[in-house]
């Protein structure tokens, strides 16, 4: 595969993996490190760009929704958890977005309380970057 091609796939892994849609960046990421056939900060710089966006996206849709919708309507307990840590600890909670099952809520809900727009952005890309760093560093 060439190199455009599977930066690309990453990347596009990696954004789907951020949004409300399930996705498995983490996977496709540590076959191509194995594989070895790319520059390992390619491959960090692709995917972790693609969450990131990913992750600004919802965030964006939540910032969207909150003109049509009250907060009141929360009720799952992964929306009032994270309802919580934003209370608690604002945009810093971003750096959470990468956890499974609570990260996307997370964004979306930063979003809706519409926490600080740029401090939210390099919070969820700070929290992301570790993330597959951290992969990169386990392969």
């Not at 951020?18 to 995917?47: F, K, M, R, Y």
């Amino acid at each position: 595969m060439s190199e455009e091609l599977s930066l690309g796939a990453l990347f596009l892994s990696g954004f789907i993996s951020a949004t409300l849609l399930p996705g498995g960046s983490e996977v496709l990421l540590a076959w191509q490190l194995i594989d070895g056939s790319h520059n390992p900060w390619a491959l960090w710089a692709a995917v972790t760009s693609g969450n990131a966006l990913g992750g600004i996206v919802t965030f964006l849709m939540g910032w969207g929704i909150a003109h049509y919708f009250p907060l009141k309507l929360f009720s799952s307990s992964r929306q009032l958890q994270a309802k919580s840590w934003l209370e608690r600890y604002g945009a810093y909670s971003l750096l959470l977005s990468w956890l499974p099952l609570i990260g996307d809520p997370l964004c979306f809900m930063a979003g809706w309380l519409k926490t600080h727009f740029l401090l939210s952005l390099l919070m969820i890309t700070l929290g992301k970057a570790i993330r597959y760093l951290l992969i990169i560093g386990l392969i």
